[in-house]
């Protein structure tokens, strides 16, 4: 097992912490669209249940192809499931996703012609080809991305702007209680919009008409790429952070990028002081606690560990399978400045040996929880609702709670219908 | 299964039904996959996984490695894993992109065998079979690989065929195990709950072979053909029905001679959802205990060898409907996910009997012991 920053290439080990929403769940935040899956029948074992425990099963459908479909292509079968499907649905949905899985990127199936067919014999719905192909995990566009470009593919282009503001690549909006909302609102957005809000596939369409697009999470770069290419909707990226002054940053980059020399700059002062103030007490309150973070909980570990070591925190572990992009300079100050930190692999081979348990540890992150034996736990996933100074002031608040309680943390990983 | 499923979700596949089996080995195993046929298993298909330090991983297959057919890669990660946790069996699982490509997993593991001295077995799984198949497979390559011919029998040593998780609730289990025991039958393997390798080494000192579920069909027949051990079709379901059971027992034992128990049959208003052997075990069941027929409802596939007696091979979604919507059954005894293909209008009582293979954690109550008198108090409130 290495603990020196190096990544190794080993078999995987998956938790029963390991997951995240799957794409059967991203996929669903399109308003008013139905999933068809075109795939041998275990490959949709893990989305179906998953889909069952968020209560999303009546947006989706299976068709099964077997060894004899596979070996023949099973490009008609592709028209005929969704004719049929179609046929007993009660209500036809205003976009469908068709999935095929991963052994699609062998057989070399025409999804392009299938989606221009089915198109053409529905005019009333829109069709995507969509893959569930962690076979590409390590490409350009692993399936978090494939399917966000897809979901925001729906959206078209508006002959009007109306001032509103996207966030985009975030699963979860960000909460109402973070200043980005009164900031926004301040210097004259009219909303900060999230896909998660919508409903109905018309009134989604809105998003179209926003001025532009703050990407708050990688997976949701190309999707924005392409809005900027078709729909003339400009974007940034602006990855969640806990560190102050990263996020003083953020907001002047985000204040130049909506009103150039126009709305005067929010004045952040109070939102600074108050997480300021929540990071002192938190420091106080946890005192040497060591911390292990979690790639599940956060999406930029070593960004997190960079903060929380500035603030006085003690890092003791830090579990990331890779580094993406966007964390590596961090990554790179935390192996410098930080050496004892221990940096795992929560997919390493040999995370089933169990031999680095420390129960007398906080983890963000249930994996890490799970691997470590945390008796404190916070179940924070992808970063969700938080951003910018309330990202922050949430962050202590929830790692102050999570000192005070004991966790039961097989209730939490099975609730949450974590899926690979 | 057949084709368009609008309810309910697939059923476990094949490459969890082997890792099932070998689950209580001490092995390094191996999904030949991206990441997803393992989510399936260790998420949904294997309820001792949480706490377990059971060895199974995923290959991490990607790609590039795919299409170049680039077998190194995955051999040199399962050395390097194999240094590290010193197993006494390494098992390659396939999955359905290996099945496109056509990996040869027996192959793999061959050279594997050959380069680290440890034995080495490979499934060509695919993910279009049932669990019940990979169980199957799975047992059968240890048994032809690792059962010595004993020198001799012991008179009242069973071995338990198909007892999966996947099937039985530890409760169910354990109910099982305790029937041998306190019949004074000794339980020599398991297969495959507890299994051991001196078990499976020690399984042909049987006498009797116990077939629970569809999965344990394949390897009692293939151990009557190699070490002459008979074998009993049955769980004993209901009071009565498991002192019959027991009688069944030790005719087997007596005469050496193989038995698939047969419910007289007839015209029936219930209905028995899942594995064939299941299905059977509660007709016989609701004939001995209540003087009731019913009718078999099997999902994972019928076994064509058996002798029939209202038998129903329901392959898809839209047969297990039809079956539950048709008007002629009353009471249901089934998974409680299936509850989902019951229209408003039809007028049924549905009992729960929870299966793994099915609803996985996903039923919302806990497991339910069917064995002996545990299931009269469940049977007596659908007479």
Known sequence: MNSCGCFESTLHYATPAHGGWGVVR???????????????????????????????????????????????????????????LLRVLKKRPRAMFVFVSCLDDLIGTDCDAAEAELELRHPDIQFRMAHMNPITLGSDEPPPIGIQKRIYSLLSK????????N??????????????????????????????????????????????????????????????????????????????????EQYRGIHEFLRPNTAPIYDVTADREAAEKAVEHTVKKLGKLPLILDSSAVVRPFSLAKALGKYGFTVHRIFAQEV??????????????????EILQPEHNDIVKFDRRFPGSLSIGVNAAYISGSEHVIDLFADEGLFGYYGIRRLMELMEEAADTVIDLRVLIEDYGLVV | MGKLCVKLPPFSPDYSGVCSAIFDL???????????????????????????????????????????????????????????????????????????????????????????????????????????????????????RFTRMPEQKIPNGVNLLGLTPLDFGSSAASDLKAALA???????????????????????????NLVVSQSGLQPARYMEQRFGIPYLVQIPIGRKAQENWLKAVHNCLNEQKSLVPCAAGGETDILVLGDEILCRSVQLGLEADFGLTADCGCLFGTESELPETNILNLEDEQKIEEAITCGKYRRIIGDPMLRMLIHPETEVDFF??????????MSGMSPVSCIGEWFNAFLAEIR
């Open chain 1, 26 to 84: 991203m996929g669903m935040l399109a308003p008013e669209s139905y999933q068809l899956f075109i795939c041998p029948f275990a490959c949709g074992r893990h989305g179906a249940l998953g889909a069952l425990k968020q209560g999303l099963k009546d947006r989706i459908s299976y068709y099964y192809v077997d060894q004899s479909d596979i070996i023949n292509g099973y490009d008609d079968l592709i028209l005929n499931a969704v004719e049929e």
């Open chain 2, 26 to 144: 001490n092995c390094v195993a191996v999904i030949h996959d991206a990441s997803g046929c393992t989510g399936n298993y260790t998420g949904y298909d294997e309820p001792r996984w949480y706490g377990s330090k059971t060895a199974i991983f995923c290959s991490g297959l990607r790609e590039i490695d795919a299409i170049l057919g680039d077998d190194e890669k995955m051999i040199q990660k399962v050395l390097d894993a194999t240094e590290s946790l010193n197993p006494e069996l390494i098992v390659l699982i396939g999955s359905p992109v290996p099945m496109v490509i056509g990996t040869d997993m027996k192959g793999i593991a061959a050279d594997i065998e050959a380069r680290t001295g440890i034995p080495c077995l490979g499934f060509d799984t695919t993910g279009t079979r049932y669990y019940s198949d990979g169980i199957a497979e799975a047992c059968l390559a240890l048994m032809e």
């Open chain 1, 324 to 341: 993406i992009p966007s964390d590596r300079e961090a990554f790179e100050w935390v192996t410098e400045h930080m050496p004892t930190v």
């Open chain 2, 182 to 208: 306190q019949n004074s039958l000794e339980l020599i393997s398991s297969f495959c709950d507890g299994l051991t390798m001196e078990a499976v080494q020690n399984a042909a000192q049987a006498s009797l």
């Open chain 1, 158 to 165: 508006q002959p009007e702007r109306d001032g509103g503001v």
């Open chain 2, 352 to 361: 729960d009997l929870p299966s793994y293979c099915i609803s996985s954690k």
């Open chain 1, 167 to 248: 966030s985009i690549g975030n699963l979860v909006a960000v909460d109402l209680e973070c200043e980005l909302h009164k900031m926004l609102t301040q210097e004259g957005v009219s909303g900060l919009r999230h896909v998660s809000q919508y409903q109905d596939f018309d009134k989604w369409q809105e998003m179209a008409k926003s001025s532009a697009n703050l990407v708050l999470m990688p997976p949701g770069m190309k999707a924005a790429k392409e809005m900027e290419a078709r729909c003339g909707i400009p974007y940034r990226f602006f990855p969640v952070s806990y560190d102050l002054d990263v996020v003083a």
